[in-house]
């Protein structure tokens, strides 16, 4: 998805950073919602997703997200909805569910986004935004990403669009609203260095950049790590593709 940094860089302009915030650390467990989302991924409605349910790690990472009944939750970038369709269950008739593209992704949207709307999942709204930078009608309580934020800083972009994009996350975001990234992780030290050709990125560097918008630190998840994985082959190579290293980092607006 090369054509995120591309066009995001043009959203620049007058786009505001704060002061980082001392990170807290915080030991990885799944918080009070595991029964929820225990029912969540258990709904026959889910059957033709259930298979990939345990590779993704599903369970865990919804749980250590803290979604609860009633939250406000984007999906950004969310593909084929897997997890739209999974928060949609643990949010329940009082949440509310965003699946959202970005404009320059409107033509890589299409057929997903006619196939999730079919699905007339009553808490989810899908929709390619008018925007390249994440905007929302309401706060919200989470906002949720996979496997796309290695993506962001391509086609020359580099850091100020990342600044950029958790900057419009921290505006849409309610006061304590939760910030997670899941994606490849890339040898320590690398930085962007292979966003583009190996699809992966430096968890420090994305840490880095988040808490440099004001953003706290408050947890990491290991259940999709991968200490086989050395970082050397792009996640598309058969040898790693679907077993690769992956961080899944909680940030916290304060």
């Known amino acids: 998805m090369r054509w995120i940094g591309a066009v995001a860089v043009m959203a620049l302009a007058g786009a505001a950073t704060t002061q980082g915030l001392e990170a807290q650390t915080n030991a990885s467990k799944a918080p009070a919602s595991g029964g929820m989302v ?6 026959p409605a889910r059957v033709d997703q259930q298979g990939d349910d345990e590779r993704r790690q599903a369970a865990a990472v919804v749980a ?3 979604a609860k009944p009633g939250d406000t939750v984007i999906d950004y970038l969310p593909g084929s909805g897997y997890w739209t369709r999974i928060f949609s269950g643990v949010v329940g008739p009082k949440g509310k569910v965003f699946a959202y593209w970005p404009a320059a992704a409107a033509a890589r949207a299409d057929k997903s986004l006619t196939a999730l709307k079919a699905r007339n999942l009553a808490n989810v709204t899908a929709e390619v ?3 390249n930078l994440p905007t929302a009608p309401q706060p919200v309580d989470l906002f949720w990403t ?3 934020y290695h993506d962001v800083p391509n086609a020359g972009a580099g850091e100020p669009v990342l600044r950029a994009f958790d900057t419009a996350v921290y505006k ?3 006061k304590g609203g939760t910030y997670v990234i899941i994606d490849h992780a890339d040898a320590a030290g690398t930085g962007l260095a292979n966003t583009r050709t190996k699809h992966r990125i430096d968890p420090t ?3 880095r950049q988040v808490e440099s918008v004001g953003f706290r630190f408050v947890g990491e998840s290991k259940v999709l790590a991968n200490p086989a994985d050395d970082h050397s082959k792009p996640v598309f190579d058969p040898a790693i593709r679907g077993h690769t290293d992956q961080f899944v980092y909680k940030f916290r607006k304060p």
């Not at 225990?38 to 709904?43: S, V």
């Open 146 to 148: 996979v496997q796309n």
């Open 205 to 207: 560097l994305v840490r």
């Open 129 to 131: 935004q008018p925007t």
């Open 38 to 43: 225990a029912r969540a991924l258990a709904d």
């Open 172 to 174: 849409l975001l309610k």
């Open 64 to 66: 250590f997200s803290g």
